[in-house]
């Protein structure tokens, strides 16, 4: 009933730039909080950036000042531009929605598929 379809992962040299975005689509009422979440080989997949629909923001510590989430309600798109990116922020970044209302009302949990970030020395 939604897909959220992520784009832009790729290789870069630490301290290059990259930007994911995520569009959702579907029987879409409104979406309320949509974030990132990465998870690193042998690694439990982490929080790295959310976004309330009013435009609030949460960062992880370890990203913050270098990553930089947005949205456009209208498009119910998502976006991470990650800037100054280190070796360390090498892993498969997933979108989500946690809550999404559909246009029947029912609420639904929607994921990516995920996308591949890989930085190099």
């Known amino acids: 009933q939604v897909q959220l379809v992520e784009s832009g992962g790729g290789l870069v040299q630490a301290g290059g730039s990259l930007s994911l975005s995520c569009a959702a689509s579907g029987s879409i009422f409104s979406i309320e909080d949509m974030g990132w979440y990465r998870q690193a080989p042998g690694k439990q997949r982490e929080l790295v950036a959310s976004?309330?629909?009013?435009?609030?923001?949460t960062y992880a510590d370890s990203v913050k000042g270098r990553f930089t989430i947005s949205r456009d309600n209208a498009k119910n798109t998502v976006y991470l531009q990650m800037n100054s990116l280190k070796l360390e922020d090498t892993a498969v970044y997933y979108c989500?929605?946690?809550?999404?209302?559909?246009?029947?009302?029912?609420?639904?949990?929607?994921w990516g598929q995920g996308t591949l970030v890989s930085v190099s020395s």
């Open positions: 989500t929605a946690p809550r999404v209302i559909l246009t029947s009302r029912a609420t639904v949990v929607a």
């Open positions: 976004i309330t629909s009013g435009g609030s923001t």
